[in-house]
């Protein structure tokens, strides 16, 4: 199986490379456009501003790549974010794939959200063997809202987005790579999906 990280210069992708490792799974580093069409599964992660990575993924036209891919495709915090169809962040619009909006988490609260925090609510075959409540490990200062593609629910003083699905997409906020057995898990899920 060919498993493709997009690589576009805004990734967390030594980390998701380890955890992959660590399954046994081989992956691939591309920002290739073909590499990642032919590709049996994606990984677009994700750390820092959604601007300026929205921009490095128009400069390498992964833009308009993105949205027409029919295979699994995980995104992962910003990954995720930038999949959805706008966020206050930069005040950018995103991919347009999840029917949601990014917003940023109230003044009152500390930013980022950082630690370990439970998810619930937990639907999909992403979720395979996964407890309720289990913890993950999020870093954010912004948030999927609630939607009907909603698959997880987390909440830091409002209730919001862990995870998003629509037809062959999947996202989560937290790090799955970072988040011991129950992370790896959802990986596993991920690449066993029957797509």
Known sequence: ??????DYGAGNIKSIQFAFNRLGIEVTLSNDREDISSADRVIFPGVGEASSAMKMLKNSQLDS???TLKQ???GICLGMQLMCQ???EGKTNGLNIFETNVKRFSNNLKVPHMGWNTIRNLKSDLFETV???????FVHSFYAELSSETIAITDY????SAALKKDNFYGVQFHPEKSGAAGEQILKNFIEIKS
């Open 1 to 6: 199986m060919k498993v493709v990280i997009i």
């Open 65 to 67: 790549l993105i949205p």
């Open 72 to 74: 699994p495709v995980f």
């Open 86 to 88: 706008y966020t206050e």
């Open 131 to 137: 407890q309720t409540n289990e913890y993950q490990y």
């Open 157 to 160: 003083d409002i209730s919001y």
